[in-house]
């Protein structure tokens, strides 16, 4: 029998391949550059990590559920901008929301985000690594269980790493 919250889910996965979200198109992206909270850089640098993190290193990120792009074109056009080094991983189970995203990027010639499809209910079989940053936003109240979520993601923080 399928239960209750696979039955939510299921119903979910098909509202953002229908609906990507948030709304965006490639083409607007020569025009102007989204900015926002969370994954701007300079929030990353000063709120999160205090001023303390040399620029210097490589500041690898994870989007987790980042549906068409807003914060992870944002992050990685500011590293790039900045000459700054890392990537920025987005993930996300929509494949319509990562097309968008993708285009967004590939009109940004941006060479420092990757782009992974995927569940963050399998984030260990994933095998992403561990991640300086991760921004999780809009996302966590849509699963079935967000503690467990929430650990798994903890488990994937560097040592010195934060979250938004
Ligand atoms: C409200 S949108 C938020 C998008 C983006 N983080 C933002 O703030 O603009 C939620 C996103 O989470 C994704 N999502 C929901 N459940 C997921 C799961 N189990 N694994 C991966 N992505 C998921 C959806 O596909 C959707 O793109």
Known sequence: MTAPDDLFDSSLTAQYEAYPYPERSAKEESK?????SPSHLREIDYWVFGAQRPTSRPLRALVAGCGTGDGAIMLATHLARAQRPGEVICLDRSKAALA???????????????????????????ELGLFDYIDCCGVLHHLPDPDSTLSALEAMLAP????D
């Open 100 to 126: 968008i995203a993708q285009a967004r990027a590939d009109v940004r010639q941006l060479t420092n985000i990757r782009f992974i499809e995927g569940s963050l209910l399998e984030l260990p079989a994933l």
């Open 160 to 163: 010195v790493g934060a979250w």
């Open 32 to 36: 102007r550059l989204l900015i926002g």
